[in-house]
C-alpha cells in the first residue's frame, strides 16, 4: 500500500525500485561482495538468496563484481560458507540427531562495519543469519537432517574467526517406573559429608555416602547405550532410602546429558538394565519424554499406599480405636526433627485417606495407610514429640515405632 508515494510495507518495495537503487548507489564505494550488497536489502523480494539480490541489484545499476575475498565488510567470510559446514558436520559425524541448528560468532569487527551500512538502508539483515541459513541448508542437504529453531537435537556453534566448533546436545529424557526391592540405598546418589564428593579416608575415596543409588544402577545400562557423560534421576517422589518401592512402581525420568546416541530400542535397554540390577531394582514402561514432562512428574500430588510395620506396647483395643481415629482425617505435621537440618520449619494439613489393620502380633502390627502425597509416614505413627498429630502414638498413648516401610501404590491413574 502506498500512502503519499511512500510505500508502507517492504513487501510494496522490489529490488529495481528507484529507493532500493538509490540506497545501493550509496554502497558502490563498499565495494561488497553480492552477499554482502543482497543482504543489505534482505527484506525486499522473496524466494531468492541475498547473492541473487545482490546481483540482480549490480545488473540494475551496471557496477563490477567484487569478490568475497576483497569485500570490504566480510573479508572473505561469504565464501567460506562450504568450509564452515564442512567443519561442522566433522564434529557432529560421532551423534546421533535428527534436528539441529547453526550459530556463528563473527569478529567484532565485522558486526561494526555492518552497523556503519545500517546506517544507509533499512532493509539489512544481520550478517550472521545469512552465514548460519546458508550454512545449514547445506548441511541439511548432505545429511538428510533438519534445521529445528524451537528444540534441535543439537546446537552446532562455530566461531567464524578460528574455525572452532561448539557443541550444545540436548538432553535425552527417558520415562519410566521403578521397583526398589531392598532396603538401604538412596534415590539419587549423596555426596560423601566430609568431603562433598572429591573423595576422602571417611568415604573410601568414592565421594559418596552410600554405595549405590537407584539413579546408578539405573543409568548405567542407559548411560552405555546413551554414550552420554552424565544421568540425573527425577522421580515422582522419593521414598525412604530405608523404604522399598513394590506395587505399580514409582514414575521417574531419567536425564542424559551429552547423548552420542538418541534413537535405541527402549526394550532391549529395559532388559539388560533389569538383568544387571535384578534383586536390587527393576524398572519397565521405558518410553522417550521431554524436559517439560520432568515439571509435570514434579508437581504431580499423587496419593500413596504404604505398608507399615509398627513395634512397641500395643494395645489391640487402642489400636483400632487409632485406626478408626485417623482414617478420613486431617493430620497436622511440623517439618519432622530429622529433616530440620535442610528443609524450613512448616506446618502442613494432610490427609490420611484410609488405614487399615493387617495384622496384630505381639508387640508389633502391621498397618496399610493411603495418604495424601508428602505425608510423613513415620511421623503419623511415632507423633516426632508431638510435631505431627493426631498421630498413632498419641491415641495409644505409648511410644509407637515404624519396624519397616514400604511404598506398595502410587495412586497417579485414579
Ligand atoms: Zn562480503
Ligand atoms: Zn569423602
Known amino acids: 500500500m502506498y500512502i503519499n508515494g511512500i510505500p508502507q510495507s517492504f513487501m510494496d518495495l522490489d529490488l529495481s525500485s528507484e529507493k532500493v537503487l538509490s540506497i545501493a548507489e550509496d554502497l558502490v564505494i563498499f565495494k561488497l561482495c553480492d552477499n554482502c550488497l543482497g543482504r543489505q536489502f534482505g527484506k525486499i523480494g522473496h524466494e531468492m538468496t541475498n547473492e541473487q539480490r545482490g546481483r540482480q541489484i549490480r545488473q540494475y545499476l551496471n557496477i563490477p563484481k567484487y569478490e568475497s575475498e576483497t569485500c570490504w565488510l566480510c573479508k572473505s567470510l561469504m565464501s567460506e560458507i562450504q568450509k564452515f559446514s564442512r567443519i561442522i558436520m566433522q564434529s557432529l559425524k560421532d551423534y ?14 565485522i558486526l561494526e562495519k555492518e552497523k556503519k551500512l545500517w546506517e544507509l538502508t533499512n532493509f539489512g539483515e544481520p550478517i550472521k543469519h545469512e552465514l548460519n541459513r546458508e550454512i545449514g541448508k547445506i548441511i541439511e542437504k548432505k545429511t538428510g537432517k533438519t534445521v529445528d529453531f524451537n528444540q534441535p537435537d543439537i546446537v552446532a556453534l562455530i566461531d567464524t574467526s578460528f574455525d572452532i566448533v561448539t557443541l550444545d546436545v540436548r538432553s535425552l529424557f527417558i520415562y519410566g517406573r521403578y521397583w526398589k526391592f531392598i532396603r538401604g540405598i538412596p534415590q539419587t546418589k549423596w555426596h560423601c559429608k566430609k568431603c562433598h564428593g ?63 546416541n538418541r534413537f535405541f530400542s527402549l526394550i532391549n535397554v529395559e532388559n539388560e538394565s533389569n538383568e544387571y540390577t535384578k534383586e536390587k531394582v527393576k524398572i519397565n514402561n521405558l518410553r522417550y519424554a521431554s524436559k517439560e514432562d520432568i515439571d509435570k512428574l514434579k508437581s504431580a500430588k499423587w496419593e500413596k499406599t504404604y505398608r507399615v510395620k509398627i513395634s512397641g506396647e500395643i494395645d489391640k483395643r487402642k489400636l483400632k480405636e487409632a485406626v478408626t481415629a485417623l482414617g478420613n482425617k486431617i493430620i ?36 496399610t495407610i493411603r495418604a495424601d502425597a508428602g505425608t510423613y509416614i513415620k511421623e503419623l505413627i511415632d507423633g516426632d514429640d508431638g510435631r505431627t498429630t493426631p498421630s498413632v502414638t498419641e491415641i495409644i498413648g505409648k511410644q509407637i515405632e515404624t519396624k519397616k516401610l514400604d511404598v506398595i501404590q502410587i495412586h497417579d491413574k485414579g
Open 96 to 109: 546421533e540427531y535428527e534436528t539441529f541448528l547453526v550459530g556463528s560468532r563473527i569478529s567484532d569487527n
Open 198 to 260: 572429591i573423595g576422602c579416608h571417611y568415604c573410601d575415596f568414592t565421594g559418596k555416602r552410600f554405595e549405590i543409588s537407584i539413579e546408578e544402577l539405573i543409568g548405567k545400562t542407559l548411560l552405555e547405550k546413551s554414550m552420554g557423560n552424565a544421568i540425573s534421576l527425577h522421580g515422582a517422589g522419593r521414598e525412604d532410602i530405608d523404604a522399598k518401592m513394590l506395587g505399580n512402581g514409582r514414575p521417574f525420568i531419567l536425564e542424559i546429558k551429552n547423548p552420542k
Open 332 to 367: 497436622c505435621q511440623r517439618t519432622p526433627n530429622r529433616v530440620l537440618h535442610r528443609r524450613s520449619d512448616i506446618e502442613r494439613k494432610r490427609k490420611i485417606t484410609d488405614i487399615k489393620i493387617e495384622e496384630i502380633m505381639e508387640k508389633s502390627a502391621v498397618l
